[in-house]
């Protein structure tokens, strides 16, 4: 699962939920993950978006 900078519920795609990644981790994850889920909740009272990812 990956954060995605924002306070509002956004219409996250992979280049929005590449924002909430480390440079270093941004190519491994294109290559070997896929996008499958969005959502937008209240974590410890604090907005986060989040994009979650599985295996290709």
Do not use: C, S
């Not at 939920?17 to 941004?26: D, R, T």
């Not at 290559?31 to 974590?43: E, F």
């Amino acid at each position: 699962m990956v954060f995605v900078p924002g306070n509002q519920p956004l219409a996250i795609d992979m280049r929005n939920a590449l924002n909430g990644v480390h440079p270093y981790n941004k190519a491994p994850l294109v290559k070997n993950y896929r996008m499958i889920d969005t959502g937008y909740q209240l974590l410890a009272g604090k907005p986060k978006n989040w994009a979650l990812f599985e295996l290709k």
